[in-house]
């Protein structure tokens, strides 16, 4: 059963706006969560995590927020540029042990 | 910067066959990991390994081993290979097991035929 889904299999952006990418967990224990950038014929790359401390992580034009009553957190990017094009993983975990990973999110960048 | 290396990047053997998939990495990482990629199912845990000599199952070990004899190496086996172990496979590693983020190779997209 998969235990973190992102429900959306892509997502087209005009470059500039904002790109959100969801994702939703179902294991209240999850206490750690990551965010990895893949691009084709390439092994995924981390971008941005946050731990359950905190509701929000900022790092350069991404941001991850958590709502862990919803079990759900996002990846916004701003502005959206057409590099970022990539299918995004969300990824989580209890205490740094297991990852456990979503289906990904195909982003698309429109120049 | 962190490097971990797959040994080959496309790969085709046939049904029954044992075959290996060799993880270098030169960072001197405690963790090492294997998943498989497929379309809808996102990556998926076969093993991991936290120390030399150590291995743990992951979500699906069925069909698959794993070797650890150094640090920097870890190898998936396919003990006999069956065509729904057609995938991308994926080796990652992580400097420690609380750090998080774990830092990927390139793939080996495996085909059995």
């Known amino acids: 059963d998969q235990q973190v889904k992102q429900n959306s299999p892509s997502l087209s952006v005009q470059e500039g706006r904002i790109s959100i990418l969801n994702c939703d967990y179902t294991?209240?224990?999850?206490?750690?969560f990551l965010w990895y950038k893949k691009y084709p014929a390439e092994g995924p790359t981390f971008l941005i995590s946050?731990?359950?401390?905190?509701d929000k992580n900022e790092d350069g034009r991404f941001t991850v927020f958590l709502n862990k009553s919803a079990k759900h957190l996002s990846l916004h990017i701003v502005p959206s540029q057409p590099g970022d094009s990539a299918v995004y993983f969300c990824?989580?975990?209890?205490?740094?042990?297991?990852?456990?990973f979503g289906t990904g999110t195909s982003l698309t960048v429109i120049p | 910067d962190v490097k971990v290396t797959q040994s080959s990047r496309y790969l085709v053997k046939r049904t029954g066959e044992k075959v290996f998939l060799e993880c270098v990495q030169d960072?001197?990482?405690?963790?090492m990991f294997w998943y498989r990629q497929d379309p809808g199912l996102g990556l998926r845990l076969i093993y991991f390994?936290?120390?030399?000599?150590?291995?743990e199952k992951g979500d699906i070990p069925e069909g698959y081993s794993v070797s650890r004899e150094k640090k920097e190496r870890f190898s998936l086996i396919l003990e006999s290979a069956s065509t729904n172990q057609t995938s991308m496979y994926l080796c990652?590693?992580?400097?420690?097991?609380?750090?998080?983020?774990?830092?990927f190779g390139d793939g080996t997209r495996l085909s059995i035929l």
């Open positions: 990652a590693s992580s400097l420690k097991r609380l750090a998080g983020a774990q830092h």
């Open positions: 294991n209240s224990m999850f206490d750690y």
């Open positions: 946050i731990s359950s401390i905190k």
């Open positions: 990824a989580a975990s209890v205490a740094g042990n297991q990852f456990y």
């Open positions: 960072m001197d990482h405690e963790n």
């Open positions: 390994s936290y120390d030399v000599k150590m291995k």
